[in-house]
């Protein structure tokens, strides 16, 4: 076993950062910024907010690399510095993260697979192969793939992550939405699909992350449980979205987000953290409930 599930044996239960998004926002990155660009022109920002996430306790942070394959950067006509952004994004994390393990964040590309798009798997697992070599070029040994909705999509970064280095520790999440047929993220995958195709492509820790409050994650939790032995990852938003004066707000207090951890963790998480709202005191609320439940 590498250092993470080492550690999480030890532990039983591990507590990942919160959103990389929302503090990113709240130092002043707007729409028409690239995030991962910060890495290379905002650096004491982005090191900043890992810093924040450690000193609150996290066992594991995030890299601010989410969007940051070549096909992703092309967007905004950065795709030639993949490299360069994820390396320093990791660099960043692995400069503060202390006894802390770093995963290099590792998000959709933005496009389909053949035949809805236009990459072959080869062409896919390329760019997140590319994505992923900077990054544990960094001295990073995990890798989360994240917010995935199609399936064939992250079973490629999951690849690819491997076939750089077996050794390498793989966690990958979907992101899910409950309907008339029960959860299924947008590509229409289902939390049993997910967890036989994610396993498949050689994940190590499988699970969901935002789409969700935490309320909703414990049944998506219980479903992952019920397919799998392995450690189930859970990064829930903090509530529910709001729009606000033309802007997007998660307002649900850090008290009221961690009363909801001990059930999450009853119904089947092991590694848990949140996303799209969190801050580094919706960590630090969470971390005195698993306090008590280790």
Request: charged letters at 20%; proline letters at 3%; hydrophobic letters at 45%.
């Amino acid at each position: 076993m590498g250092a993470l599930l080492d550690t999480l044996a030890k532990k039983k239960i591990l507590v990942s950062d919160g959103a990389w998004g929302t503090m990113l926002q709240s130092r002043g990155l707007t729409s028409d910024d690239c995030p991962e660009e910060w890495n290379v022109s905002h650096p004491d920002d982005v090191r900043a907010i890992a810093a924040s996430y450690v000193r609150a306790g996290s066992d594991m942070i995030l890299t601010n690399t989410f969007g940051g394959s070549r096909v992703k950067l092309d967007k905004k006509k950065l795709g030639d510095r993949a490299a360069e952004f994820n390396r320093a994004g990791a660099t960043l994390s692995m400069e503060v993260a202390g006894s802390a393990i770093v995963a290099g964040s590792v998000g959709p590309t933005g496009e389909f697979l053949q035949p809805m798009g236009l990459l072959s798997e080869e062409q896919m697992q390329a760019f997140f192969s590319e994505q992923i070599e900077a990054i544990l070029s960094a001295g990073v040994r995990v890798i989360c793939v994240e917010t995935m909705m199609a399936l064939e999509e992250a079973a490629c970064a999951v690849k690819a992550a491997k076939a750089l280095d077996a050794s390498v520790e793989v966690l990958a999440t979907m992101t899910f939405e409950k309907g008339a047929q029960g959860h299924r993220t947008m590509m229409g995958v289902s939390p049993s699909q997910a967890v036989a195709g994610l396993t498949d492509a050689g994940a190590d820790v499988v699970g969901s992350n935002c789409g969700n409050g935490i309320e909703g994650m414990i049944e998506i939790a219980a479903q992952f449980r019920a397919e799998t032995d392995k450690p189930i990852l859970v990064h829930a938003n903090a509530g529910v979205p709001q729009l606000i004066g033309g802007k997007t707000v998660f307002r649900q207090s850090p008290a009221d987000f961690a009363a909801n951890v001990k059930a999450l963790i009853d119904a089947g998480a092991n590694i848990v953290g949140g996303c799209c709202g969190t801050t580094p005191d919706h960590i630090r609320a969470m971390i005195e409930v698993v306090n008590t439940l280790r």
